[in-house]
C-alpha cells in the first residue's frame, strides 16, 4: 500500500503562485507514470501535468507554459509549481501515482481570487 501527502494549496490573487507537494510513503522510482489532476465542482477529474518513469512530461493545453511538474526522488516527493495562476485554474487539485493501479492523494484546495 501506498500513502500520498499533499500540501501546498490555498488563497491566491490572480497572477501569483503557488507549489503544491505529493510526498510517498515509498521510493517514486517504482512508478509508472505520477502527476496531478483537478476537479471543478460539478466535473470530472482531469488531468493538468503528468511524468512518466522515464521522465517524459505532459500537459494539459491550459496549464503549459504556466505550470511545471517535477520530482525529487531522494524526497519521493512529486511538486506542481503554479505560475501566472488565472481565476479559472481554481479547483481541488489531486496527486495521482501509477503502478499497476492508481493511487490517490486526499486533494487540496487551490483558490485563485482577488
Known amino acids: 500500500q501506498v500513502q500520498l501527502a499533499e500540501s501546498g494549496g490555498g488563497l491566491v490573487q490572480p497572477g501569483g503562485s503557488l507549489r503544491l507537494s505529493c510526498a510517498a510513503s515509498?521510493?517514486?522510482?517504482?512508478?509508472?507514470?505520477m502527476g496531478w489532476y483537478r476537479q471543478f465542482p460539478g466535473k470530472e477529474r482531469e488531468l493538468v501535468a503528468t511524468?512518466?518513469?522515464?521522465?517524459?512530461?505532459r500537459y494539459a493545453d491550459s496549464v503549459k507554459g504556466r505550470f511545471t511538474i517535477s520530482r525529487d526522488s531522494a524526497k519521493n516527493t512529486v511538486y506542481l509549481q503554479m505560475n501566472s495562476l488565472k481565476l479559472e485554474d481554481t479547483a481541488v487539485y489531486y496527486c495521482?501515482?501509477?503502478?499497476?493501479?492508481?493511487?490517490w492523494g486526499q486533494g487540496t484546495q487551490v483558490t485563485v481570487s482577488s
Open positions: 495521482n501515482f501509477n503502478r499497476y493501479i492508481d493511487y
Open positions: 511524468i512518466s518513469g522515464g521522465g517524459v512530461i
Open positions: 515509498r521510493s517514486i522510482l517504482i512508478f509508472n507514470a
